[in-house]
């Protein structure tokens, strides 16, 4: 299965989910989903993910499984750190998530009002329109 692309292909401009489908029944929801900065992650970059917090961040069990040296664990955090679009070291609150493009209030009231969204979910999307 292909990976969530995380710019336009024409344009580079951000993009969002918009259907999501079960590969066993076949049921499909429409909507406007936002991918999670794990995302922007290449395959290998997402496995060293995987690894380090299946191991509890244990640099030690990382250089034995992954039979390398602490500085080459290290450095490959750092890669994944800037993968994620944080500076290393750095304490730096998240970004806030992009404003949904082409939405309106209006558009994501009648989606309440129509009972398609929660009164939850529509105070998120009401809180990322610009």
Do not use: W
Request: hydrophobic share 35%; aromatic share 4%; proline share 9%.
């Amino acid at each position: 299965m292909r990976k969530i692309i995380e710019k336009c292909p024409a344009c580079q401009n951000e993009v969002i989910v918009t259907r999501i489908s079960c590969t066993r029944c076949e049921c499909e929801v429409t909507g406007q989903f936002q991918p999670t900065i794990f995302n922007r992650l290449t395959p290998e970059s997402l496995a060293f993910v995987e690894t380090f917090v299946r191991l509890r961040g244990n640099i030690k069990e990382m250089e034995r499984e992954l039979s390398v040296p602490y500085s080459t664990i290290r450095n490959r955090l750092d890669e994944v750190i800037l993968e994620l679009g944080f500076v290393p070291g750095a304490h730096i609150p998240p970004p806030e998530p992009p404003a949904m493009p082409g939405v309106s209030q209006q558009e994501i009231l009648k989606r309440l009002e129509s009972g398609e969204i929660t009164p939850e979910e529509a105070t998120e999307e009401l809180g990322k329109v610009k």
